[in-house]
């Protein structure tokens, strides 16, 4: 019986070992494939976008007087520029370049103006300069950062978001707090096991794989806390 329960108390540990290297897998490719799709919506579309802008304003002054087809010019130019709104949000999630040059801070300073120019929200961000960390680090980082204040602008309506972030002892410290709706955590996280709160499962997931924590305070009417640490070594 204890030769038994030992072998399959291993194969379990073998299963739970594949699985966790399969989800690493499963996010590497993910992210990869972000990459792309954000540097060829960039390289491409971005740029064609801008190409039509400045020709309909050429023409425009071409046309000087001729006032109908100036106002036609002009509806034109306003669906040209909200499908480069629209772009850009799209860009916002997917994964950007900043990250790749200049590392988690920069890129987290440069979502954080995006997202007050894009959707009108004070977002604060407090950040000393730090040295350059793993890439996969950085980007959990990022991406629990990101997570964190994508779900407090569709659920929680707040007037504010403030985020902290830290490398301090070999860690990095992620904190995203909100003045929103709040939420009852453990319901949360009882439909994360079952797979309906995706967004709060895979910041949770994020940080465990690389042997952090994550830890959710909020209560119905009081706003969110999220916090992060991820050993820089992790993974």
């Known amino acids: 019986m204890t030769v038994e329960n030992a072998e399959l108390l291993e194969r379990l540990n073998e299963k739970e070992q594949s699985l966790e290297g399969l989800l690493k ?15 060829e919506l960039h390289d491409e579309t971005s740029q064609i976008l801008a190409a ?5 304003d050429v023409v425009d002054r071409q046309l000087q007087s001729r006032k109908p087809y100036r106002a036609r010019l002009k509806a034109v130019k306003a ?6 709104r629209n772009l ?17 801070v920069e890129a987290l300073r440069w979502y954080v103006s995006q997202m007050q120019e894009v959707w009108g929200l004070p977002v604060t961000i407090q950040a ?6 793993p890439e996969h680090v950085e980007m959990a980082a990022f991406r629990i950062a990101q997570e964190a204040v994508a779900n407090a602008v569709r ?28 939420f009852d955590v453990a319901g949360a996280m009882a439909k994360a ?12 997931e994020r940080a465990e794989l ?11 009417g009081k706003g969110t806390r999220i916090s992060a640490e991820i050993p820089i070594g992790g993974g």
């Open 25 to 39: 897998k499963t996010l590497a490719a993910q992210e990869e494939e972000r990459r792309r799709l954000a540097r």
């Open 52 to 56: 039509i802008m400045m020709n309909i």
């Open 79 to 84: 669906l040209a520029e909200e499908a480069a």
């Open 88 to 104: 850009n949000k799209v860009l916002l999630d997917l994964r950007p370049a900043l990250l790749d040059e200049l590392g988690l």
């Open 128 to 133: 000393k300069k730090m040295p350059r960390l």
């Open 155 to 182: 659920h929680g309506a707040p007037r504010s978001i403030r985020m902290k972030v830290a490398a301090p002892d070999g860690t990095v410290r992620v904190e995203v707090e909100d003045d929103g709706s709040g």
């Open 193 to 204: 096991r079952t797979g309906e709160a995706v967004g709060l499962l895979g910041m949770i």
């Open 210 to 220: 690389l042997g952090g924590r994550l830890e959710v305070q909020s209560q119905p």
